[in-house]
C-alpha cells in the first residue's frame, strides 16, 4: 500500500477561508492525500509588544492611514453587497471558518521576526519538533515571507499560490490591479518556494479572464487556484516527485503595492466606465452576423463579403463551410431567442448569394459550433453540446438535413468548441474544458488523442492544459493550407467582452508529449465601428465564412 503524501498547512492564526477548509475536506476523500496538522506561530516578536487599544487608536500612522484605509473598506464592503452577495459561485467567498473545527492537530511554532516584520525564520527548538512530524509538504497560507531551514525542513519543500502574473503583477493585493488596469486576463502560479522573494520554482502557470470587480476576481482566482493545487498534490502524490518546474521570467517592474487614496478614486470612476462599456458592448440590439466570401481565408476582405440576414429573434454564428458535388453549404449556429437555445442550420452559398436550406440538428439542449470532418467517405459532425455535458460525434445518413448520433466520444465532460482532425496517424481532439463544471469554456484548452476516431478512450495529451489563457486559449475554427494546420482562436476581452477579436495561430508542433502553436496574424478592429468583434473563422479555400459581432442601432 502506497504511503499517503503527508501535508501541514502554515497559517496566521486560526481562521482560514472557505477555500482552505474545502482542501481539508477533498483530502479526507483522497487516500492518497492526508493533511494532518495546522501550524501556527505562538508567540509575538518581544521588540514588538502588543500595542494596547488606546495606543493603536491614537498612534499617528493610525491617523496618517485612517482616510486611505476607510476608503478601501467602502469599495470592499460596496463590492461584498453588489457584487458577491448574489452569486451563485463567490457569494461566500469572504467568509472565514475556524480551522479547530477540522479535526486536525495543532502544532505552534516559534516565530523569529525581521526587524521589519515582514518576514520570519522559526526557532531551532520549533524546527526540530515539525521535521519529526515528516512532513512530505507544507503548503503555505500565511501573509509573512518564511525564511531558513524551514523551507527545506520536508521532502518536497513548501507549496505557496501567488495571484497575479509572475510576468507583470508581483505584490498585492491579489486581484486589484489587473482591474485597475483594464488587463483581459488575471494570472496566478503555484511554486515551490525558495529565498528569492517572489520568485520561487513554478509547478502551474494559470491564467482566467479579468473579471469585473476586485473582489470577483479574487475569488475567480482563489477557485481555480485552489482546483490547480489539488491536482498538482495528486500529481505528486501519485508519482512520488515534484511537476518539472517552469521557465522563470525576468520581472523589469516594481513590486505592486496597495492602492493610494487617488487610485482607488481612480478605481471607482473606471468601474462606472467599464458598465457604460459593457452596457454598451452587450446591448440588446447587437447581434451576431455570419458572412462569407468566394475566397480562400487568406484573401478575405470582411468589407466586401456578404452577410446573411438573421431570421427574425434569432442570431446566426459559428459557420463552418463545405463543398459537396461542386456546391458550397454553410453549416452554422441558428440561436432562438424565444426558445433559448441555439440548432445548426444549412445555407447553400452561390458567389454572394445564400439559400436556407433548413435545419440539420436540433436536440432539447443548445447545440453550436458545427465542426465538420470526413473519415472513410463519410461526413460526420461534432456541434457544441456542454449543456449536455458531452462531446457528440453525428454521422450525416442524407446530406445536408438528414444526421444521427453516432457515438457520444467523451462522456461527463463540460466541453466546447471542440475540433478533430487526423496527423501522423493519430485522431487528435482539441477542445475546452471547464473542469469545474462551471460552464467557462474562455480559456483552458485541453487535448486527446486516439488511434481511431470512433474509440472509446481518448488519451489525454501529457501537457494538459495546453493552455490556459482567456486570450486565445478557446477555439475558434480550423484552417488547414497545404497541409499545414491553422488554430483559430478567439479572444476574451476585458469586462466580460466575449468574442473581442480571432488570432490566426499555425500549429507547429503536434505530438503525444509537446505541443506548439505560431500565433501569425490577430485581429480587434474591423472596417466599421458597429463591428464590435469576431469570433470564428473557417474556409474550404474556395470559400471563407466568419462572423461578427455587431451593433445594429447605435
Request: aromatic share 14%; glycine share 4%.
Amino acid at each position: 500500500m502506497n504511503k499517503s503524501l503527508k501535508i501541514g498547512l502554515i497559517l496566521d492564526n486560526l481562521y482560514v477561508s472557505k477555500y482552505v477548509v474545502d482542501l481539508i475536506r477533498w483530502s479526507k476523500s483522497n487516500s492518497g492525500i492526508e493533511i494532518s496538522h495546522y501550524l501556527v506561530p505562538k508567540n509575538q516578536n518581544p521588540n514588538n509588544a502588543k500595542k494596547s487599544k488606546f495606543q493603536k487608536i491614537f498612534s499617528l500612522n493610525a491617523w496618517k492611514t485612517l482616510p486611505r484605509r476607510r476608503l478601501k473598506n467602502f469599495i470592499l464592503k460596496t463590492e461584498k453587497n453588489r457584487n458577491l452577495k448574489h452569486n451563485r459561485i463567490h457569494h461566500d467567498s469572504m467568509q472565514k471558518f475556524k480551522i479547530d473545527k477540522e479535526g486536525l492537530d495543532k502544532i505552534e511554532y516559534e516565530e523569529i521576526e525581521s526587524k521589519s516584520n515582514l518576514s520570519f525564520i522559526v526557532s531551532e527548538e520549533s524546527l526540530k519538533a515539525i521535521k519529526d512530524l515528516d512532513f512530505d509538504i507544507l503548503l503555505r497560507f500565511n501573509k509573512k515571507i518564511i525564511r531558513g531551514e524551514l523551507l527545506n525542513i520536508t521532502k518536497y519543500g513548501i507549496i505557496s499560490m501567488h495571484h497575479g502574473s509572475d510576468f507583470n503583477y508581483r505584490g498585492g493585493p491579489a486581484g486589484f490591479w489587473e482591474v485597475y488596469n483594464g488587463d483581459p486576463k488575471s494570472g496566478y502560479i503555484i511554486q515551490k518556494l525558495t529565498e528569492k522573494l517572489d520568485n520561487g520554482n513554478i509547478l502551474f502557470r494559470g491564467f482566467i479572464p479579468t473579471q469585473r470587480s476586485w473582489l470577483l476576481n479574487k475569488a475567480e482566482l482563489n477557485l481555480r487556484s485552489f482546483h490547480n493545487l489539488k491536482k498538482i498534490l495528486l500529481q505528486i502524490s501519485n508519482k512520488k516527485q515534484l511537476p518539472n518546474f517552469l521557465d522563470n521570467y525576468p520581472f523589469p517592474f516594481l513590486l505592486n503595492t496597495d492602492p493610494t487614496i487617488f487610485q482607488m478614486f481612480q478605481y471607482i470612476f473606471k468601474k462606472y466606465k467599464n458598465r457604460k462599456d459593457l452596457k454598451k458592448f452587450k446591448n440588446a440590439n447587437n447581434r451576431y452576423l455570419v458572412g462569407f466570401q468566394n475566397t480562400d481565408w487568406g484573401n478575405l476582405e470582411y468589407r466586401k463579403a456578404t452577410y446573411i440576414k438573421n431570421p427574425k429573434n434569432t442570431f446566426l454564428a459559428d459557420p463552418f463551410v463545405i463543398e459537396v458535388e461542386n456546391q458550397h453549404y454553410c453549416f452554422l449556429e441558428a440561436y432562438d431567442y424565444e426558445k433559448d437555445k441555439g440548432t445548426i442550420d444549412v445555407y447553400r452559398l452561390d458567389n454572394s448569394d445564400y439559400q436556407k436550406v433548413g435545419t440539420a440538428i436540433e436536440e432539447d439542449f443548445h447545440l453550436s459550433f458545427p465542426y465538420l470532418l470526413k473519415h472513410n467517405g463519410t461526413l460526420y459532425m461534432i456541434p457544441e453540446s456542454s449543456k449536455n455535458k458531452d462531446i457528440r460525434l453525428y454521422k450525416c445518413i442524407e446530406f445536408p438535413l438528414k444526421w444521427e448520433l453516432e457515438k457520444v466520444l467523451k462522456d461527463s465532460i463540460d466541453a466546447s468548441d471542440t475540433m478533430v482532425f487526423y496527423h501522423n496517424n493519430l485522431w487528435w481532439m482539441m477542445t475546452n474544458v471547464d473542469e469545474l463544471f462551471l460552464g467557462d469554456h474562455n480559456y483552458q484548452l485541453n487535448i486527446y488523442f486516439s488511434e481511431d476516431l470512433l474509440s472509446d478512450v481518448w488519451k489525454p495529451h501529457k501537457k494538459n492544459p495546453i493552455l490556459m489563457d482567456p486570450a486565445y486559449g478557446r477555439n475558434a475554427g480550423l484552417l488547414i493550407k497545404d497541409k499545414n494546420l491553422f488554430r483559430v482562436a478567439q479572444k476574451y476581452g476585458f469586462n466580460k467582452k466575449y468574442g473581442e477579436g480571432i488570432s490566426i495561430r499555425q500549429i507547429s508542433n503536434l505530438s503525444e508529449d509537446s505541443y506548439h502553436e505560431i500565433e501569425l496574424a490577430s485581429y480587434e478592429s474591423f472596417y466599421s465601428n458597429k463591428i464590435l468583434g469576431s469570433h470564428h473563422l473557417h474556409s474550404n479555400n474556395k470559400y471563407t465564412v466568419f462572423d461578427v459581432w455587431k451593433a445594429t442601432k447605435q
